[in-house]
């Protein structure tokens, strides 16, 4: 600690450059945790996903419906527990821009299915028997400002509805258990839809999703409901919710190279950044640092100098992280709805220091180095 | 009592004995220093005076255990310091040598009262002891209302004298001055050899000098002569004891 204030007063020699140093640390250490969170945002489905779920859509692709006589087959599935359906509204609260998803839902297995996302039993009993009701996630009734009981209007342009407004009552709110867990979806009745919609549409969902009795089962069930419906009109594709939340991601395409290639780039240009400044910090104080050896500081000590200085420059960069843990909630809410939430976890968080540590050894050590073999008579002539 | 002749007493503070030191130069070897002899007994203040390139700063360095000899041999207070590891070197020198540079080598992002503490952070003395002789080595050189101020703020005089109080904070065996008013003017340069010659006369500190001024060297109790690395005393070749011989 008595060394402490040799290391700060040297930091701060050159104010201007300090502040440069940080700043490159803390703009790169900032766009770490955006990356992270954009990574964890995208990867999330699979990290929240239950490991006794599969999703049965449409073998040709998700957007083709199947039919919802499928379900009461499937159920029949000895390992099936329960099966809901699904079908996306895409529909417009006001303005396109308020987008969030909607979707009809089957109401008697809803909960069962997607036990951690907690509705209220008052709540989920008035929605039971309100056919215009809806289930709403607390973030999307944040973001509206929305309360129980308020009556919202939602058109959609698909279905063949466009231009017809759908009323809703707002009947509960659920809540995610984790905070990872989605809280921007709005649920409604598929009676509601159906009386809406053309004949056609009345008996096709959009997917199935099904709760099973044991993980170990998942293949054979997947297998068993592909191979009942096999060579006819709507042929289905099973896979694990894991499976199918990282099938949807590959479709942005390989984010996670994306992203690493970015973040790889960055750290590596900052610690060039990083190891030239503090090797130029060096060479202007050769002579400073002969004084020191010639008065008795060990060649240890020399060393812990300068890499004290890079490390501590590299903690104040953390201030990234912190500027992070501010603006990406304030990203996440402009973007509500696009993009699944963003937060900065606390795992972003400790990564970013050891990459900010890291950073700040690997561009201290080879100066360090340098200063600590610095021979003393040679050192005192540069004064 | 100062003797270039090798038969020094055992007692000297500082013995040095057939010291060489060659440089190379590209093909070319350099003899700095040839086969020298010095004995220094505690409380001496001795001047090396010669020209240019002949070896002064490098026997002050070789002295101080900032360079290794050729050959030979130099013990201070009993430790031959000549075959002493790296390390062991640095902690020798944190105990026993203070250093006073021409250009004062202070570390200008350091207040005075710092610049001073800096020898004894290598100490195990707790914050309040420090501050107590930092403050004792200020008040010795007249600047002990000036401990808060930063080199910057202090003049070509006062700087020298804080490198003084840093060289003395930690009471070391002797003093080494490389050209310690090389950079003053002459009435600084006064201020400065006075209290050198205080830390001498009233302290008992061993010092030995390095200078280009005939005036200054003039304040030490004994004058040697580099000439061609070899050490000659008032004139008289090596080998010639000196003071009273």
């Not at chain 1, 008035?126 to 919202?152: E, H, N, P, S, Y």
């Not at chain 1, 010639?294 to 490390?311: Q, T, V």
Request: hydrophobic share 45%.
């Amino acid at each position: 600690m008595k060394f402490s204030r040799l290391i700060f007063a040297n930091l701060f020699r050159k104010k201007i450059r300090l502040v440069l140093t940080i700043g490159s640390f803390a703009v790169a250490l900032f766009l770490f945790a955006l990356l992270g969170v954009v990574n964890d945002a995208f990867s999330r489905g699979a990290d929240v996903v239950s490991a006794n779920r599969l999703v049965t859509i449409n073998r040709t692709s998700i957007i083709n419906t199947i039919p919802l006589s499928y379900r009461d087959e499937i159920l029949r599935i000895p390992g099936v527990k329960y099966v809901t359906h699904n079908n996306w509204f895409g529909g417009v609260y006001q303005d396109p821009k308020n987008f969030f998803p909607q979707f009809v839902i089957d109401p008697e297995n809803q909960r069962q299915v997607f036990s951690e996302l907690i509705v209220p039993d008052d709540q989920w009993d008035t929605f039971l028997k309100d056919r215009q009701g809806a289930i709403v996630g607390a973030a999307t009734m944040k973001r509206f400002g929305w309360k129980i009981g308020d009556r919202i209007p939602i058109t959609t342009t698909i279905y063949g509805l466009a231009g017809k407004p759908f009323e809703f009552n707002i009947d509960g709110v659920y809540h995610g258990e984790k905070p990872e867990d989605d809280e921007t979806q709005f649920w409604f009745q598929w009676e509601y839809f159906k009386e809406s919609v053309s004949d056609a549409v009345k008996g096709q969902v959009g997917w199935y999703v099904i709760r099973i009795a044991n993980p170990d089962d998942a293949p054979r069930i997947a297998k068993t409901i592909d191979n009942m419906y096999l060579n006819s009109p709507s042929e289905t594709k099973t896979e694990t919710e894991s499976a199918f939340q990282q099938g949807w991601v590959k479709q942005f395409g390989n984010i996670k190279l994306l992203i690493m290639s970015i973040g790889t780039v960055v750290f590596f240009t900052l610690l060039l950044v990083t190891g030239n400044t503090m090797a130029i910090s060096v060479r202007e104080r050769t002579g400073e640092l002969g004084v020191l050896k010639a008065i008795g500081f060990p060649n240890r000590a020399i060393l812990g100098f300068i890499l004290g200085e890079s490390m501590v420059i590299a903690l104040a960069g953390c201030i990234g992280l912190l500027l992070a843990l501010i603006a990406i909630p304030l990203l996440g809410r402009a973007l509500a709805g696009l993009l699944p939430p963003l937060f900065v976890t606390p795992k972003t968080m400790v990564y970013g220091v050891i990459a900010a540590l890291m950073v700040g050894f690997a561009s201290g050590i080879l100066p360090a180095y340098g200063a600590m073999r610095l021979n003393v008579v040679n050192a005192l002539r540069r004064v | 009592m100062i003797r270039v002749d090798g038969n020094g007493a055992a007692g000297s503070l500082i013995q040095v004995r057939g010291l060489d030191k060659t440089y190379r130069r590209g093909n070319e070897d350099i003899d700095v220093l040839q086969g020298l002899n010095l004995d220094v007994d505690r409380g001496d203040f001795v001047a090396f005076m010669g020209p240019s390139g002949s070896g002064k700063t490098t026997l002050l360095n070789l002295m101080g255990g900032l360079d290794v000899p050729t050959r030979g041999t130099i013990s201070v207070a009993g430790d031959e310091i000549t075959h002493m590891s790296g390390g062991k070197l640095t902690d020798w020198r944190a105990r026993h040598v203070g250093f006073i540079f021409q250009m004062y080598n202070l570390i200008p992002v350091l207040t005075a009262f710092q610049n001073v503490e800096l020898p004894l952070l290598l100490t195990k003395l707790s914050k309040a002891e420090r501050r107590k002789h930092v403050e004792v080595a200020l008040s010795i050189v007249g600047l002990g209302e000036r401990m808060d101020h930063y080199p910057r703020q202090l003049s070509g005089g006062q700087e020298q004298r804080v490198a003084i109080a840093r060289a003395i904070v930690a009471d070391p065996t002797f003093l080494l001055c490389d050209e310690p008013t090389g950079d003053l003017d002459r009435k600084s340069a006064d201020g400065v050899m006075e209290l050198i010659k205080r830390l001498v006369n009233e302290h008992g500190k061993t010092v030995l000098m390095v200078t280009h001024d005939p005036v200054v060297a003039l304040q030490a109790n004994t004058t040697l002569h580099l000439d061609k690395g070899v050490l000659v005393e008032a004139g008289v070749r090596q080998g010639v004891a000196a003071g009273g011989a």
